[in-house]
């Protein structure tokens, strides 16, 4: 076979492993916004279907014997990508049966529904065989592709963001928790911005949270937003981007941040040149470069007084009230302890994520099992935020990741967050007239700064190196704090 039928025959197994993601991510999909709950059992035997039929189709040994090929030919920037990118998925993948990659999508199916009802119970026991069943299996599967002595966290990692290591996370979370913690010990005592105080119709804010998405940049004739428990974003094919959100009646401002959060997501997917689809180089180069995109337009930009200049004129439209834009703004960014990390500012989101990493690393060291969570989780938060919930449903029940046995997925937040502020900065220094465009409500500048500099690099490098490309050689952890202190400690009358 010739390097130029091995391609071709590359890009044919691609668009089919492509297209057997997307309908995983359609009924996954359609678990969380559609489903009735007694579905459940039925959804986890087509998913298990449809994850081993993929399994099945990446280790065919002919697609190892495609690869040999070509990792010895000339390629260009975009085949040589797509070898990396599938290289990486084969080799993994390889190592684990079918049968537990089959198992394992059951279990994941039998474990959202679950979780959602032991939330809303606030019933940890009744969601503790579940997260016990979810445990096992990872631990199962790492064993399978564990080929040295490597840390079992690290093999986790690598399926979400590829080069970060438990090292490289231990001396991010070293350096960031005790600047965060200079923050908050200087913002304590003092008396911040004022909550927004109210109930708002539900149905005006799915009207305006639909206008600003669209303002964004979001294309409904290319995707759709729904409401969901937990909001996610999921990108089924071109053209088919899907994000959710949960609206909250007291909850104006949480609500609006989670929609333009997952519209963050959103527009990383629909950026994603069509030329690169179905090639093993047409996705994301990392879920944390993923997330950079989300916290990006909901922090930098959706929490900015520029921002709010834009808004104030559309909640009138929308809920019929008037506020104030430095009111806005400073409930926007009120720095408080709290529970719950979908809530939470931006100074102190990073410490929730400092907690699941640690408590994960001690569930895959053998130091936890899933009975000890919920007073892990209070012992946690106290000493690492200060408070403390004495139910599981504000507690280790709140995030649906677990559920969906995505461990190691929290530390890509945090580095979202790191990666969001340097591009920012750089941003900023290209673009000094940012402000005055987004208090005028045009984002496409930006949107188009974004798709020239991370949409459409797709995974053609890696996201370190796509991040470094765009922003030059920065000190992430830097940048991250600096526009913290700028933004809240300016907000809060204290400075560094």
Request: proline content about 4%; hydrophobic content about 40%; aromatic content about 8%.
């Amino acid at each position: 076979m010739t390097p130029t039928q091995a391609w071709d025959q590359l890009r044919e197994r691609s668009t089919e492993l492509t297209a057997l993601e997307g309908l995983m991510g359609l009924v996954e999909w359609d678990q969380q916004v559609m489903m009735p709950r007694a579905g459940a059992l039925a959804r986890g035997e087509q998913l298990s279907l449809l994850s081993g039929l993929h399994h099945d189709k990446v280790v065919d040994p002919a697609l190892s014997d495609i690869l040999g090929i070509l990792s010895e030919a000339d390629l260009d920037p975009i085949q040589a990508a797509s070898v990396r990118n599938l290289g990486r998925t084969v080799a993994r993948s390889a190592r684990v049966p079918s049968e537990l990659v089959r198992r394992g999508a059951r279990i994941r199916a039998a474990s959202f529904p679950a979780w959602a009802k032991a939330k809303g119970d606030d019933d940890f026991a009744s969601f503790q065989p579940h997260l016990e069943e979810l445990v096992a299996i990872t631990k199962e599967t790492i064993a399978h592709i564990k080929t040295d002595q490597a840390d079992d966290y690290d093999v986790l990692l690598e399926a979400f963001d590829p080069g970060s290591t438990v090292a490289d996370l231990d001396d991010m979370f070293g350096r960031l928790k005790p600047e965060l913690g200079k923050l908050l010990d200087a913002i304590d005592g003092v008396e911040g911005p004022a909550r927004l105080e109210g109930s708002w119709s539900v149905e005006s804010q799915k009207r305006l949270h639909h206008e600003v998405a669209q303002a964004l940049g979001f294309s409904y004739e290319q995707g759709r937003l729904d409401d969901s428990e937990h909001p996610f974003t999921v990108g089924i094919a071109p053209g088919d981007v899907r994000i959710t959100t949960h609206i909250y009646p007291e909850g104006l401002l949480s609500g609006l941040s989670g929609t333009i959060h997952e519209t963050g997501h959103g527009l990383y997917e629909q950026g994603i040149p069509l030329d690169l689809h179905s090639t093993p180089a047409g996705g994301a180069a990392s879920f944390g470069l993923h997330e950079s995109q989300s916290r990006f337009w909901e922090n930098t930009i959706g929490r900015s007084r520029a921002f709010c200049v834009w808004l104030a004129p559309l909640l009138k439209k929308h809920v019929g009230q008037d506020f104030d834009v430095d009111a806005l703004y400073g409930a926007s960014n009120r720095v408080e302890r709290s529970l719950i990390r979908v809530f939470a500012d931006e100074a102190t989101y990073n410490l929730h994520i400092a907690v699941r990493y640690d408590l994960e690393r001690r569930i895959f060291s053998g130091e936890l099992s899933a009975a000890d969570l919920p007073e892990a989780w209070r012992e946690a938060y106290r000493e690492t935020l200060g408070v403390c919930s004495e139910d599981d449903e504000h507690g280790v029940l709140q995030d649906v990741h677990w559920a969906g046995g995505m461990f190691a997925y929290f530390p890509s937040y945090t580095l979202g967050n790191l990666y969001a502020a340097s591009l920012g900065a750089k941003l900023l220094e290209e673009r000094p007239q940012l402000w005055e465009e987004v208090e005028r409500g045009e984002f496409a500048p930006t949107l188009a700064w974004l798709r020239s500099n991370i949409h459409h690099k797709a995974h053609l490098q890696d996201a370190p190196a796509i991040v470094e490309a765009a922003a030059g050689e920065r000190d992430h952890v830097k940048d991250l704090v600096e526009y913290l202190w700028s933004r809240h400690g300016a907000l809060h009358g204290v400075s560094r």
